[in-house]
């Protein structure tokens, strides 16, 4: 059964814009003038997929989101509320996954319970 709540798909997804942005802020003040592009992988049957944040496609698996690049004076909130945005719309969770999670994390509390 799906419990799947907008909260807990959103905490997934922040969890992976915070390191992603901040391996980008790391990088662009190292390179003030690189180029950072937003890209995505698409879930798998056994992975969701991934989010990141670099100069050039990382490898043929990935896509990228748009063809915007980051501002070279956007904040880091600014970059973290502009994934946030794309992430929205980008099919990178495996919604088997998800529920195949809490099932276990059911069978789990159940199996205390005992």
């Known amino acids: 059964m799906n419990q799947t709540t907008p909260e807990k798909i ?3 997804i922040n969890a ?12 662009q003040c190292a390179n003030h003038s690189a180029a950072f592009y937003l890209y995505f992988q ?3 049957e056994d992975h969701h ?16 989101v748009t063809p915007e690049r980051i501002g070279l004076s956007w904040s880091r ?3 973290k509320q502009w994934v946030r945005e ?4 980008l099919p ?3 919604p088997d996954l998800l ?16």
Do not use: F, M
């Not at 997929?49 to 100069?55: H, K, N």
């Not at 794309?86 to 719309?89: E, G, N, Q």
């Not at 529920?99 to 005992?114: F, V, Y």
């Open 49 to 64: 997929g991934d989010i990141a944040i670099e100069t050039d496609l990382p490898n043929e698996n990935w896509e990228l």
């Open 77 to 79: 909130d600014k970059v």
């Open 16 to 27: 992976w814009i915070e390191p992603t942005v901040s391996e980008w802020y790391r990088r």
């Open 86 to 89: 794309h992430c929205r719309r």
């Open 99 to 114: 529920d195949q999670k809490e099932e276990t994390d059911e069978a789990k509390r159940k199996d205390a319970l005992l």
């Open 42 to 44: 698409k879930p798998t």
């Open 10 to 12: 959103g905490g997934l």
């Open 92 to 94: 990178i969770l495996n």
